[in-house]
């Protein structure tokens, strides 16, 4: 089924480890984000990008790297994990252009920094 | 967020029984999406909404947005069980992005918890 992927699902950190978030999409689409949610706060935006090869901060990037070194894949990295890093990532992807056009979001994961 | 306002923050209905959810922006709404997800999973997407007093319904939820594009509410009649989870608003708040010049993703509200009692 066309969508998008996030692996893994679920990851327990130590504080000071360092991991990678895969994000793959099949659809073509331009644009991908990275977002955390956490209690209270709803989804705020990490990083994002408009196109392979490029990234832009969000919201909230310090702590984290992304990369789009392929037009499917929007990577996040945490160089040094934190528990403030405890939280659910979702990936998203838009195809851009004009008009307020879909999102779709990956099932998320859940990633608990100890 | 502050950008976008979600109220209420949680709701518990009766089975059966109608209800609404608001999300408020002082910024102009280029689009209005309503997301549903179950505790512990994704985003399921609801309904998009962009011209000023559009409305759209899917089976028993309708949603809309007012005429100056800075407010929209969910509605869901004669709720059920089905219908618990976490309602969230994503907005797109910059014309630049609906034109197409930018992807600053969405704003999101901090979502409204909703309990359905038998």
């Known amino acids: 089924n066309a969508g998008v992927t996030q692996t893994p699902k679920f990851r327990v950190l130590k504080t000071g480890q360092s991991m990678t978030l895969l994000c793959a999409q099949d659809m073509n689409h331009e644009y991908m984000y990275w977002y955390r949610q956490d209690p209270g706060m709803g989804l705020r935006l990490i990083h994002y990008?408009?196109?392979?090869?490029?990234?832009a901060k969000g919201e909230v990037p310090d702590g984290y790297n992304v990369s789009r070194l392929k037009k499917q894949n929007f990577l996040l990295g945490l160089e040094s994990a934190a528990p403030s890093q405890t939280s659910v990532y979702f990936c998203?992807?838009?195809?851009?252009?004009?008009?307020?056009?879909?999102?779709?979001f990956g099932s998320g994961t859940r990633l608990t920094v100890v | 967020s502050q950008e976008l306002e979600q109220s209420p923050q949680s709701l518990i209905v009766q089975e059966g029984k109608n209800l609404t959810i608001n999300c408020t922006s002082s910024?102009?709404?280029?689009?209005l999406y309503w997301y549903k997800q179950k505790y512990g999973e994704g985003l399921i997407f609801l309904m998009m909404?962009?011209?000023?007093?559009e409305e759209k319904s899917h089976e028993k939820i309708t949603a809309k947005l007012d005429e100056k594009k800075q407010q929209s509410s969910l509605h869901i009649t004669a709720s059920q069980p089905s219908h618990a989870g976490i309602y969230l608003c994503?907005?797109?708040?910059?014309?630049?992005?609906?034109?197409?010049?930018?992807?600053?993703?969405?704003?999101f509200g901090k979502g409204t918890h909703l309990i359905i009692q038998p």
């Open positions: 990008s408009v196109g392979e090869g490029t990234t």
């Open positions: 998203a992807s838009t195809s851009g252009g004009q008009g307020a056009r879909g999102y779709t």
């Open positions: 909404l962009q011209k000023g007093g």
């Open positions: 910024k102009t709404l280029y689009g």
């Open positions: 994503g907005a797109l708040l910059n014309f630049r992005m609906y034109s197409g010049g930018g992807a600053d993703g969405l704003t």
